[in-house]
Nanobody, 123 residues
Framework: QAQLVESGGGVVQAGGSLRLTCAAS??????MAWFRQATGKDREFVAA????????ISADSVKGRFTISRVSAKNTVYLQMNSLKAEDTAVYYC??????????????????WGQGTQVTVST
């Protein structure tokens, strides 16, 4: 079973940037994704990327601000977050699937999850 470790979270002022990193413990060709969960809210989709890195999708709420990318050789995925807003405050979770999911924006499609990293956007 894959082990995923997120890093890069922290506190940033509105309008600032952070880059999150997720590292998988093995080199299997996982599709990977980012989800987030704010206090009192359900976990929601942020972005996903295929194992080859050619296909990406992102939630409408982050398009134009967040970019998902990966280093295929290391099975590492990044989430570059720019123009952060207060509503981006959440615990961000990395997830992985054995194949690119048919429903890539559903948490049910991912079998492996990291422990999360806190992102707090202050105003």
């Amino acid at each position: 079973q894959a082990q995923l470790v997120e890093s890069g979270g922290g506190v940033v002022q509105a309008g600032g940037s952070l880059r999150l990193t997720c590292a998988a413990s093995d080199s299997r060709p996982y599709a990977m994704a980012w989800f987030r969960q704010a206090t009192g809210k359900d976990r929601e989709f942020v972005a996903a990327i295929s194992w080859g890195g050619a296909r990406t999708i992102s939630a409408d709420s982050v398009k134009g601000r967040f970019t998902i990318s990966r280093v295929s050789a290391k099975n590492t995925v990044y989430l570059q977050m720019n123009s952060l807003k207060a509503e981006d405050t959440a615990v961000y979770y990395c997830a992985a699937a054995n194949r690119y999911p048919d429903v890539a924006d559903s948490s049910r499609s991912y079998a492996y999850w990291g422990q999360g990293t806190q992102v707090t956007v202050s105003t």
